[in-house]
């Protein structure tokens, strides 16, 4: 059974840090796109940042110079450090799984969401 378990979300001050993690259970993480999505009330959900299995980073403009994505393939975690973060930032945010072939997702996994609130 896959699991992908985020934690540390919260409320945060404007100006603030958080750092997400997302422990993975029952995948080949190594060979896994892992990536993190957020979704504000009303809104769709986005893609904030992803790492591929190599390394590689991507990150949606409205974050980039703020969130850094990491990946531990040791202990199956991926890690989201949020910094400057902003009211805008406000959203449940969720960890992802994807296999991918070329350019084509395989398999995809979710994690459960975790709440990150940024307000005085």
């Known amino acids: 059974q896959v699991q992908l378990v985020e934690s540390g979300g919260g409320l945060v001050q404007p100006g603030g840090s958080l750092r997400l993690s997302c422990a993975a259970s029952?995948?080949?993480?190594?060979?896994?796109?892992m990536g993190w999505y957020r979704q504000a009330p009303g809104k769709r959900r986005e893609l904030v940042a992803f790492v591929t299995r190599p390394g590689t980073t991507n990150y949606a403009d409205s974050v980039k110079g703020r969130f850094t994505i990491s990946r531990d393939n040791a202990n199956n975690t991926v890690y989201l450090q949020m910094n400057s973060l902003k009211p805008e930032d406000t959203a449940v945010y969720y960890c992802?799984?994807?296999?991918?072939?070329?350019?084509?997702?395989?398999?995809?996994?979710w994690g459960q969401g975790t709440q990150v609130t940024v307000s005085s």
């Open positions: 992802n799984a994807r296999s991918v072939i070329g350019t084509i997702t395989t398999r995809e996994y």
């Open positions: 029952g995948i080949i993480f190594s060979l896994y796109t």
